[in-house]
């Protein structure tokens, strides 16, 4: 089977998986395109780069020379049209919003050469569907990175309906160069990863809400009993609590069954804008420049 070439990366999306892609393409010497409608985003994402590549230098996995070079591999664009021209593949890593990310893969189907593969950083939402709005749905496909994506080295490779048998390979292969284990996974709703977190996350938070145990505790169990590096809830703020809802109604949506219905207390959490790490607040307090983990409140239903 033919695997096609590719050396020119467009990633759509600066924000935390956005720059960690562009920074591990940058990292293996591919040319990257790194897209966002704001500057002062695309400004903060090389300034993150640049700091993860000095904790590269610092542990000495990277040289000063290969951050100067890896710098030098990233362009940035604010309009989509420029950024995409001559991609090999474009990353589409924007926010998990059907249609958002649907608008987005029209116009980078209309504004990316012919040959170019379109793949979206989703992390449930259906290829297929992604594919249908483009004239190339052969060449659509999904490329789920894990986050930190320089230090994770899962890549979810999803095959759409119509995604051919070349472009999964050159998918496949690519992701070994970037040092990454691929794992093929076909378009189901959650794929495998979030198929089976979602749920234990959801029902951490169910437990929290039915007065089974506080937020430390349910924690614990998990880090000290299942040998978890962190805690249900603590991931769930770590991914954002607003991320793991709209993965867990894409779930529910795709596969009808009540197990898959977000608990109440993370849909309130959300409503009131605790969406965890990026808000300051989750199940946790997050004070900038600290470790410590200070649990935000008491969160079971009277």
């Known amino acids: 089977m033919e695997i096609k070439i590719m050396k020119k990366i467009a990633v759509i999306g600066s924000g935390t998986m956005g720059n960690g892609i562009a920074h591990v ?10 897209i966002d409608i704001s500057e002062d985003a695309l400004k ?34 604010t309009q989509l049209k420029d950024g995409v021209a001559n991609a090999d593949l474009v990353v589409e890593a924007a926010t998990e919003n059907v249609d958002l990310k649907l608008n987005i893969f ?16 989703t992390s449930s939402i259906s290829i297929t569907k992604i594919a249908a709005v483009t004239k190339r749905p052969d060449k659509v496909i999904g490329m789920h990175f894990m986050n930190p994506v320089p230090v994770m080295k899962l890549v979810e490779v999803i095959r759409g309906y119509n995604t051919s048998d070349e472009v999964t390979n050159t998918i496949m292969e690519m992701s070994k160069k970037l ?4 794992v093929e996974v076909n378009d189901y709703p959650g794929f495998v990863a979030n198929r089976i977190l979602m749920p234990m996350i959801n029902e951490a938070i169910y437990s929290l809400y039915e007065g089974v145990a506080g937020v430390e505790e349910i924690d614990t169990v998990m880090k000290l009993g299942m040998a978890h590096p962190m805690g249900p809830l603590q991931l ?13 109604r894409v779930l529910h949506d795709g596969f009808g069954n009540p197990k898959y219905a977000p608990c109440p207390l993370l849909v309130n959490m959300v409503q ?12 946790y307090q997050y004070t900038a420049g600290s470790k410590d983990l200070i649990v935000a409140k008491q969160f079971a239903k009277s």
Do not use: W
């Not at 393409?25 to 790194?34: C, E, M, N």
């Not at 993860?52 to 710098?71: F, H, M, P, Y």
């Open 236 to 248: 769930a703020d770590f991914i954002g609590l607003d991320v793991c809802l709209s993965i867990l």
């Open 106 to 121: 029209k116009e980078m189907d209309s504004y990316a050469k012919a040959g170019a593969i379109l793949s979206t950083n």
């Open 44 to 77: 903060k994402a090389l300034s993150t780069i640049g700091k993860n590549l000095d904790r590269q230098v610092a542990k000495g996995s990277l040289t000063e020379a290969n951050k100067q070079e890896t710098l030098q591999n990233i362009k940035t664009f």
């Open 179 to 182: 040092q990454k284990v691929p």
């Open 272 to 283: 009131a804008g605790h969406k965890g790490v990026k808000s300051g607040s989750g199940f």
């Open 25 to 34: 393409f940058a990292q293996h010497g591919f040319s990257v395109s790194l």
